[in-house]
């Protein structure tokens, strides 16, 4: 480019020489700059009232809509929006009040000679919002509770006609006064209806765009499906490597059937609770015999902890799974146990108790069994106690017992327990350095490999600790 206008200015008779072209296209360059960053703030400029204008077409469309809806024209559907504001009518009871009446008169017409009747005027050529003010003047000249009856016959919100009827002259000020900055801004019904077909082209040209950008990004999606699968068929098959290697499954079914042959048979479930949650020195489950208190004392000292735990005191909680209320009840536990209403605090709470009442005589007033059952589920613990594991599902193939429901048992029994005497919580540290020799030529013999040495790993933890490794 700077050749061609070297070129240029010598054939048009100036002499140049190296240094003063060179000067020359310094400048140039520089008022490119100026020029190049003049258009780009232009360009942002323009995105800007894109996006403004944008925005400005949509809540158009919506109003000429909301207008049609009504019977009304979209310059008296925000008069009435605004005015009705100074008396503390919404945007949207105003709107709502005025569709509703205009719904009622097409549907019956007599109520058309009603408002003429009551107010000795002509509803000729009136549109639903000059009806509805026409309606309202009327019933103000009755008692309010002579008035508030026919309200409904129209549809009319009650609370929307008790605010105009207080504040009627402000209410037609604030109108006069919306009119008065129409006339100023040279605005009118024609101006309104006017560019109502320039916003439906626009916003319809809009709503193709996003069609077509729609269409796009669920086309690249299903391009790239068949990718994502691989990739995630590989994670899945990664994940199930390294799960294997720190479960310990080999030697778990073993540990368990040694604990078990350490306890009387009659203390089946204190024996489980303790080698769930507990220790093995008759200190993990909070039995009634172990803490001197009644069913419905412990029942007592729980439930405080238990709504803590499951909802932080929040009665409308919801979790992921559908529970609900204070205490996290699922809808067939609630069923169970009477509760119709789960967002009722009163009824969640005795729901609850009840729960937790049936929990702990099912499990012979084990405060950790029970527990536990209250988190993972009955199902859950009995197959604990009949085959050594939970049941077996896609998320949790082994039945193993969840961190999740350790940990919450430990929190209600292990922090407060100043009214239970004798009871101690038991912890222990446990720090073991390994050192593994990995061989395999592959991902899948590295993955067995990795699995082995943490099995045999977990397993010495498991037997040397107290406490079952979950």
Known sequence: MAEVIQEYLVRIGYQTDQTSFHNFEESLGAVGKKVFKLGTAITEIGIAAASAFTAFAYNMRKMYFSSQLADTSAKNMMGM?????????????????????????RANPALETFIESVTGLST????????????????????EQRALPILPQFGIDQDTYHQYRQNSEVFKERLANFEKMLKEQNMSNKTYEDGKKQIEDYTNQFDNLLAKLDIFEKK????????????????????TAWSYAV??????????????????????????????????????????????????????????SVKAQESGGDPKAV??????????????????????????????????????EYLLKRYNGDVNLALG????????????????????????????????????????????????????????????????????SDSSQIAASVATKSDNTWSKITRNNSSVVV
């Open 81 to 105: 929006a605004y005015a009705g504001k100074a008396v503390g009518i919404s945007s949207d009871a105003m709107k709502q009040s005025i569709t509703s009446l205009a719904r009622e008169l």
């Open 124 to 143: 000729a050529g009136k549109d639903a919002s000059e009806k509805m003010i026409m309606l309202f003047d009327a019933l103000n000249k009755m008692p």
């Open 220 to 239: 690249v999606g299903l391009k790239v499906a068949p990718v994502m699968n691989d990739i995630i068929n590989f994670a899945n098959e990664v994940t």
């Open 247 to 304: 479960d310990g499954l080999d030697e778990f079914g073993q540990h368990w059937e040694e604990w078990m042959k350490k306890f009387d048979p009659k203390d089946r479930f204190g024996a489980i609770g303790r080698f769930l949650f507990g220790d093995d020195k008759g200190k993990g489950g909070l039995t009634k015999e172990k803490v001197g208190k009644s069913i419905d004392e412990i029942i007592e000292f729980l439930v405080p």
């Open 319 to 356: 979790s992921p799974k559908g529970a609900k209320g204070l205490f996290q009840l699922m809808p067939e536990t609630a069923k169970r146990f009477g509760v119709t209403d789960s967002f009722n605090p009163e009824q969640n709470e005795k729901g609850a108790r009840a729960y937790l």
């Open 373 to 440: 059952a209250y988190n993972w589920g009955e199902g859950n613990i009995d197959d604990f106690i009949n085959k050594g594991h939970g049941h077996k599902k896609k998320s949790n193939p082994n039945g193993s017992l969840p961190y999740e429901t350790w940990d919450y048992v430990k929190k209600i029994t292990g922090g407060n327990l100043n009214d239970y005497k004798g009871y101690n919580q038991k912890t222990s540290n446990i720090t073991q350095n390994n050192t593994y020799n990995i061989t395999g």
